[in-house]
């Protein structure tokens, strides 16, 4: 299994500018996340999903879109990128439901905006 | 407000030694209380999980201890290796999803030879 893999690892924008950060897991998991981690602060949620065409707002969901058009896949877009954008970006994944369930997170986003 | 305070903040300490690394959380209600383990450029990997009925949980050299009713979390790492240099992080979840996970800022390790 790959776990989770994200694409691309690093990316540099320009203000306005849109992208869409790729996130996919072969786990069969229900429940996929998007998280953001700044210096200094603790990762927070951005959107998260339970599932193939269900989704929902995070702590953080303000200038983000997110879609689940399949298990598999749970792609963050980025629609007019701004310097406050600027971060590290992880997905993560899991089994929905119960107490022990374990986050799988991948290797991470790290985005620039200029 | 739900919060999961991390202590100490950095910490370096030779190769061979022990560290205890400490987490209090206001979360409430309580489901659980992980610890991640996140390397340089990495993203964070699962230590333990602990539900409230749990006081202790061990993962090799790695032993996290829970207290429910004080809220306080400690993570004890014995005979430190290099690879042990990492952030911590105390996670705790709100309710019984993923959907209320609260991160701590981490602690960041240094184990030097």
């Known amino acids: 299994n790959a776990g989770v893999t994200q694409t691309p690892k690093f990316q540099v924008l320009k203000t306005g500018q849109s992208m869409t950060l790729q996130c996919a897991q072969d786990m069969n998991h229900e429940y996929m996340s998007w998280y953001r981690q700044d210096p200094g602060m603790g990762l927070r949620l951005i959107h998260y999903?339970?599932?193939?065409?269900?989704?929902d707002q995070g702590e953080v969901p303000n200038g983000y879109n997110v879609s689940r058009s399949t298990t598999e896949d749970f792609p963050l877009r980025l629609l007019s990128a701004a310097p406050s954008q600027t971060s590290v970006y992880f997905c993560?994944?899991?089994?929905?439901?119960?107490?022990?369930?374990?986050?799988?997170f991948g290797p991470g986003t790290r985005l620039t905006v200029l | 407000k739900n919060q999961v305070e991390q202590s100490p903040q950095s910490l370096i300490i030779l190769e061979g030694k022990n560290c205890t690394l400490q987490?209090?959380?206001?979360?409430?209600?309580?489901?659980?209380l992980r610890w991640y383990k996140q390397d340089t450029g990495r993203g964070p990997v699962s230590l333990t999980i602990?539900?409230?009925?749990?006081n202790t949980k061990s993962n090799g050299r790695y032993t996290a201890t829970l207290d429910a009713d004080t809220k306080q979390s400690s993570l004890h790492i014995t005979a430190s290796q290099l690879s042990d240099s990492a952030s911590y992080i105390c996670?705790?979840?709100?309710?019984?999803?993923?959907?209320?996970?609260?991160f701590g800022k981490g602690t960041k390790l240094s184990v030097k030879p």
């Open positions: 993560a994944s899991s089994y929905w439901g119960g107490i022990h369930n374990e986050q799988f």
């Open positions: 602990m539900t409230f009925s749990e």
């Open positions: 996670v705790v979840s709100g309710r019984g999803s993923q959907g209320n996970l609260i």
């Open positions: 987490c209090n959380y206001t979360v409430s209600p309580f489901s659980n």
């Open positions: 999903s339970v599932g193939a065409g269900i989704t």
